[in-house]
């Protein structure tokens, strides 16, 4: 059975949008070498609606040589969305949208390796609302964005139980949480 791994680049007061604009300064080898290990298990990728629509629109016409083109390009591709996808469907995307919860369940025991998801905290919010989601990997920087959409606004309660944490050379923090009803 797969399990869903959600990673996120974090600022400390809890940011996630746009990490372009705040993150590359701490990009150095040891968070690509995070970054790195957590593609390796990855059998699959889970996505919301934007980020299908963002990333649909760039990776397809990247070449080889074009860090990460190559393994999100082939990677199987689960979009979680109830508006149909214009246009040619991106290689390798499946729609999850008639019965998302019983689809994404579905996945997940059909799944032998880990299905990663990153980009949309809407979208980890619904798969914690609804059990899915059995790890959440964050990369907290040390920066204070003070603007942007938080991984959790106006969320109830969610306890979590830290699996390991590591500091980075930057002073990036790597944290592994589990959903306590999954720990």
Request: hydrophobic share 40%; aromatic share 10%; net charge negative.
């Amino acid at each position: 059975m797969g399990k869903i791994v959600s990673n996120f680049f974090i600022a400390l007061d809890g940011v996630v949008e746009a990490p372009n604009e705040w993150h590359f300064p701490y990009f150095d080898d040891a968070m690509g070498r995070v970054v790195g290990e957590g593609m390796q298990t990855q059998s699959a990728f889970l996505m919301g609606r934007r980020l299908y629509d963002e990333w649909s629109a760039y990776w397809p016409v990247q070449g080889e040589e074009v860090p990460f083109s190559a393994y999100i390009n082939n990677l199987p591709k689960y979009v979680l969305t109830h508006r149909p996808i214009d246009g040619g469907v991106w290689n390798n995307t499946t729609v999850l949208g008639d019965d998302p919860v019983r689809q994404v369940q579905a996945l997940k025991d059909r799944n032998d390796g880990d299905i990663g998801m990153s980009g949309c905290a809407t979208t980890v919010r619904w798969l914690l609302a609804h059990d899915l989601l059995d790890e959440l990997n964050l990369l907290v920087h040390p920066i204070a964005v003070g603007k942007g959409q938080r991984l959790f606004e106006d969320t109830p309660t969610v306890p979590l139980v830290l699996k390991s944490s590591d500091t980075l050379p930057t002073g990036v923090l790597h944290l592994r949480y589990t959903p306590t009803a999954t720990a």
